[in-house]
């Protein structure tokens, strides 16, 4: 059995890389940095293909479907992403497709080719990467905001449509808030709050995930924020989001 993660060079992709070596799943790693994953396969104790691709593109995101597709592939897990602070009129056009690309579309192609598979044989689990910006509208990271609405919305219907045809194959979208991470170098941000730690939301995803959650969220403290944002008006939660954003600006 074998377990595909994307973004598994660093953060929450490589420690469930780990969790999952410790559960005995052989793994397929994916990410641009092919030094760091030939790093990491060092130090797992199974059997690891190592795939340099660059997600944001759709061409690479097939070839990582059929470098890594068969029947021994039991697991995927779209980890790649990145985000992006800012004002939407002055952030940069090449670099907020490049996010749209990686964080909607490589998640879209991979999970409706792997999920063609998974239902063939009955069997497999999908844990999207999404975040507790899914649930909101975040000004001064207004694209990265809507590309994880729209990872946790599809992957929501896919469960829903799963469940309906009583199928083996489950599906999941992981919801953290603020993680330690590379995340805040990338989109030039630094955290307003303490993070989770990424070890504790990837062993906290991957529990969820084999026990057929469909919605993941870690941490009590964000399950309460959510829980909250149904009392406050809609017009309210923008204005809320941008001075929590706000506070990240570095």
């Known amino acids: 059995m074998r377990a ?27 990410a641009r940095r092919t030094d760091k994953l030939n790093d990491l ?49 002055d952030t940069s ?12 579309t490589s998640v879209h192609v991979l999970t409706k080719l792997f999920l063609h598979d998974f ?8 844990l999207n990467v999404a975040s507790s910006a899914g649930f909101m509208a975040g000004p001064l990271m207004s694209t990265y905001y809507a590309s994880k609405n729209y990872v946790l919305r599809l992957t929501q219907a896919i469960h829903e449509e799963l469940r309906r045809e009583k199928s083996n194959v489950k599906i999941c979208a992981l919801c953290p808030g603020p ?10 941000v630094k955290f307003s709050i303490g993070g989770l730690s990424s070890n504790k939301v990837a062993q906290y995803g991957i529990d969820k995930m084999f026990a057929g959650k469909s919605v993941i969220v870690p941490g009590l403290g964000m399950k309460i ?24 600006e570095k």
Do not use: W
Not at 53 to 77: F, P, W
Not at 119 to 126: A, E, F, K
């Open 4 to 30: 595909i993660i994307t973004g598994a060079s660093s953060g929450i992709g490589k420690d469930m890389a780990y969790i999952l070596a410790q559960r005995g799943y052989d793994l397929t790693l994916v």
């Open 41 to 89: 396969a060092k130090r797992l104790p199974v059997s690891c293909q190592i795939i340099s691709a660059d997600l944001s593109d759709i061409n690479q995101c097939r070839m990582v479907y059929a470098k890594s597709k068969g029947k021994d592939a039991e697991i995927l897990i779209n980890n790649a992403g990145f985000g992006l602070f800012g004002k939407f009129s």
């Open 93 to 104: 056009l090449e670099r907020e497709i490049s996010m749209i690309q990686t964080n909607i």
């Open 119 to 126: 239902r063939q044989q009955n069997r497999g689990y999908i």
């Open 179 to 188: 993680v330690e991470t590379e995340f805040n170098s990338v989109a030039g």
């Open 225 to 248: 924020t959510l829980a909250a944002r149904h009392f406050a008006p809609e017009f309210l939660m923008p204005r809320i989001t941008y001075h929590i954003q706000k506070c990240k």
